[in-house]
């Protein structure tokens, strides 16, 4: 059974900075893509950012600038640097994996909040 655990979610205030890793529990060779995601109260899930296994990325709009996301192949890890936050990033970020299969997995869910 493939495993996705996140790290990194916390308080921050308005203009500083997060780090969120996740760690997955299948072979790189597997995967097609993996990204991050996140829903805040009342609103659907959305994306925030993907890397494929090429290294191609792609952002939400929202947060292009701001954001990095980037995945280390031996570690099987893929990560997201979120700078300048804002308190409209207040969510929970689900890190997801693609695999190869079509198969799609997703983290428990780490809760970012951003205060003004």
């Known amino acids: 059974q493939v495993q996705l655990v996140e790290s990194g979610g916390g308080l921050v205030q308005a203009g500083g900075s997060l780090r969120l890793s996740c760690a997955a529990s299948?072979?790189?060779?597997?995967?097609?893509?993996m990204g991050w995601y996140r829903q805040a109260p009342g609103k659907q899930r959305e994306l925030v950012a993907t890397?494929?296994?090429?290294?191609?990325?792609n952002y939400a709009d929202s947060v292009k600038g701001r954001f990095t996301i980037s995945r280390d192949n031996a570690k099987n890890t893929v990560s997201l640097q979120m700078n300048s936050l804002k308190p409209e990033d207040t969510a929970v970020y689900y890190c997801?994996?693609?695999?190869?299969?079509?198969?799609?997995?997703w983290g428990q869910g780490t809760q970012v909040t951003v205060s003004s």
């Open positions: 299948i072979s790189i060779f597997s995967i097609n893509a």
């Open positions: 997801n994996v693609q695999a190869v299969t079509g198969d799609i997995y």
């Open positions: 890397i494929r296994s090429g290294g191609r990325t």
